[in-house]
T-cell receptor
Framework: KAGVTQTPRYLIKTRGQQVTLSCSPI?????VSWYQQTPGQGLQFLFE???????NKGNFPGRFSGRQFSNSRSEMNVSTLELGDSALYLC????????????FGPGTRLTVT | AQTVTQSQPEMSVQEAETVTLSCTYD???????LFWYKQPPSRQMILVIR??????QNATENRFSVNFQKAAKSFSLKISDSQLGDAAMYFC?????????????FGKGMKLTVNP
């Protein structure tokens, strides 16, 4: 089975712009979670989608949003980018109720200038 | 809210030796899962080992084993016969078994260096 894929792998944006990141989960996985990884804050949970519905949301401003499609692929969007949004964004997928076992993608490195 | 603490930001170990990574957590829940994830320099996060809180027996996966002390809220990872490929960031993580979410709460991570 192919692993979790994320596109693009690297992205450079300017403050004030918006960005969309994509995540394709492992075939058969219906749960997709997003995390932001920074040197200062570590790994922080953004949100989780299951069967096209947001099941949980972390403590991030409304500029961060996401969605999931019927094929379980997920996108996250960040509007009005700030310098502090520079981070590695990780996507993880899992079978529902697989006792927490998640499979991570390679991440998208976002740099905001 | 649950928290996970990894107090040692860095450790080093000689190849073939044993090293123990420590993790403590705070929760008021009785049912949950604990994990150790490894993130090599290539950045892909990999699950190392999982422990269900309701199981008293400590989980083992080949050279990796945990010491789970539920009352003390402690969850350490022991790596035996360390190999160069074990060099990575190691994250301890918590997942609640309530609410149906897959959300993981991570510790800050610990950088492990393996010396030849």
């Amino acid at each position: 089975k192919a692993g979790v894929t994320q596109t693009p792998r690297y992205l450079i944006k300017t403050r004030g712009q918006q960005v969309t990141l994509s995540c394709s989960p492992i075939s058969g996985h219906r749960s997709v979670s997003w995390y932001q990884q920074t040197p200062g804050q570590g790994l922080q949970f953004l949100f989780e989608y299951f069967s096209e519905t947001q099941r949980n949301k972390g403590n991030f401003p409304g500029r961060f949003s996401g969605r999931q499609f019927s094929n379980s692929r997920s996108e996250m969007n960040v509007s009005t980018l700030e310098l502090g949004d520079s981070a590695l964004y990780l996507c993880a997928s899992s079978l529902d109720r697989d006792r927490g076992k998640q499979y991570f993608g390679p991440g998208t490195r976002l740099t905001v200038t | 809210a649950q928290t996970v603490t990894q107090s040692q930001p860095e450790m080093s170990v000689q190849e073939a030796e044993t090293v123990t990574l420590s993790c403590t957590y705070d929760t008021s829940e009785s049912d949950y899962y604990l994990f150790w994830y490894k993130q090599p320099p290539s950045r892909q996060m990999i699950l190392v080992i999982r422990q269900e809180a309701y199981k008293q027996q400590n989980a083992t996966e080949n050279r990796f084993s945990v010491n789970f002390q539920k009352a003390a809220k402690s969850f350490s990872l022991k790596i035996s016969d360390s190999q160069l490929g074990d060099a990575a960031m190691y994250f301890c993580a918590y997942r609640s078994d309530q609410g149906g979410s897959e959300k993981l709460v991570f510790g800050k991570g610990m950088k492990l260096t393996v010396n030849p």
